[in-house]
């Protein structure tokens, strides 16, 4: 009787685990898969909203990759045209 609890207790947490992992859908916190890139219209994409007030949307690879460099990105900002732009602390 005890061998059946253990195996069901280790059931649902493995299936807790798996759920919240799945929630969280891979690509981070934020992503929609339903929205398109502004740069590649791949998904799944982040929402950012420029100084404008416009909403764009990102792919993780457009997030997280300096625009100059490609190390990784840790600032943005929005340029003339009105889309964001992803650094390094270099840049």
């Known amino acids: 009787?005890?061998?059946i609890i253990k195996k069901s207790v280790f059931a649902l947490l493995l299936g807790v685990l798996l759920l919240g992992l799945c929630a969280c859908g891979g690509?981070?916190?934020g992503y929609l898969a339903n929205k398109g890139c502004y740069v590649c219209d791949r998904?799944?994409?982040k929402k950012f909203v420029t100084s404008n007030g416009t909403d764009r949307?990102?792919?993780?690879?457009?997030?997280?990759?300096c625009l100059r460099c490609?190390?990784?990105?840790t600032k943005n900002y929005t340029n003339?045209?009105?889309f964001h732009v992803f650094?390094?602390?270099n840049h």
Not at 57 to 65: A, I, P, Q
Not at 70 to 73: E, N, R, T
């Open 57 to 65: 949307y990102y792919c993780e690879s457009h997030v997280t990759k």
């Open 80 to 82: 003339m045209l009105d």
């Open 27 to 29: 690509a981070g916190s």
């Open 70 to 73: 490609g190390k990784k990105a």
């Open 1 to 3: 009787m005890k061998q």
């Open 87 to 89: 650094v390094c602390d």
């Open 43 to 45: 998904g799944p994409a």
